[in-house]
T-cell receptor, first 111, second 112 residues
Framework: GEDVEQSLFLSVREGDSSVINCTYTDSSSTYLYWYKQEPGAGLQLLTYIFSNMDMKQDQRLTVLLNKKDKHLSLRIADTQTGDSAIYFC???????????FGSGTRLQVQP | KAGVTQTPRYLIKTRGQQVTLSCSPISGHRSVSWYQQTPGQGLQFLFEYFSETQRNKGNFPGRFSGRQFSNSRSEMNVSTLELGDSALYLCASRPDIGTEAFFGQGTRLTVV
């Protein structure tokens, strides 16, 4: 089945850019997502990208997709302390309409 | 519009008991999916319901079941609870057409 990998931890200074990376195995994945989870909370959908796109920008968020390398990244510009959270990459199995998640990247923003 | 509502937020149950969790999707959404989140296994897909029918199922034992009502509200049931069932259970609702999956706040189940 699908496998999604993320690095576990990223620390940045406030005001810097953050880049969270994700790799996946199933080349037929058509939709790829980024979710944010704060302590004790559910998952907040940040953005998603369709597999025929290379890039998507939404305010401070930029998603880059390299289909050849099966690599997805999320860039957060001007990172703020409120961005501290766990970020999950997820890919859609369109046959089952189920999301496969990575293990999450904990982003720590230093003031 | 209102988001996905899950009740209760917290539950404590004893091994061997059963539990029912509830999820009310966003108005107009007919697809409801359930996920289990644990520190060890991460986020795993349980099942998806659409128009009162289970459309897809993950790799969980038969103790995990669900249903969906005509108003799209969904319930998830876990029978004969085990300590390993302690987790955050998340519900996601999806439009009929569209790819966004919106999650609720989850129900944190603790089995003692």
């Amino acid at each position: 089945g699908e496998d999604v990998e993320q690095s576990l931890f990223l620390s940045v200074r406030e005001g810097d850019s953050s880049v969270i990376n994700c790799t996946y195995t199933d080349s037929s994945s058509t939709y790829l997502y980024w979710y944010k989870q704060e302590p004790g909370a559910g998952l907040q959908l940040l953005t998603y990208i369709f597999s025929n796109m290379d890039m998507k920008q939404d305010q401070r968020l930029t998603v880059l997709l390299n289909k050849k390398d099966k690599h997805l990244s999320l860039r957060i510009a001007d990172t703020q302390t409120g961005d501290s959270a766990i970020y999950f990459c997820a890919v859609m199995d369109t046959g089952r309409r189920a999301l496969t998640f990575g293990s999450g990247t904990r982003l720590q923003v230093q003031p | 519009k209102a988001g996905v509502t899950q009740t209760p937020r917290y539950l404590i149950k004893t091994r061997g008991q059963q539990v029912t969790l509830s999820c009310s999707p966003i108005s107009g959404h007919r697809s409801v999916s359930w996920y289990q989140q644990t520190p060890g296994q991460g986020l795993q897909f349980l099942f998806e319901y659409f128009s009162e029918t289970q459309r897809n199922k993950g790799n969980f034992p038969g103790r995990f079941s669900g249903r969906q009502f005509s108003n799209s509200r969904s319930e998830m049931n876990v029978s004969t609870l085990e300590l390993g069932d302690s987790a955050l259970y998340l519900c996601a609702s999806r439009p009929d057409i569209g790819t966004e999956a919106f999650f609720g706040q989850g129900t944190r189940l603790t089995v003692v």
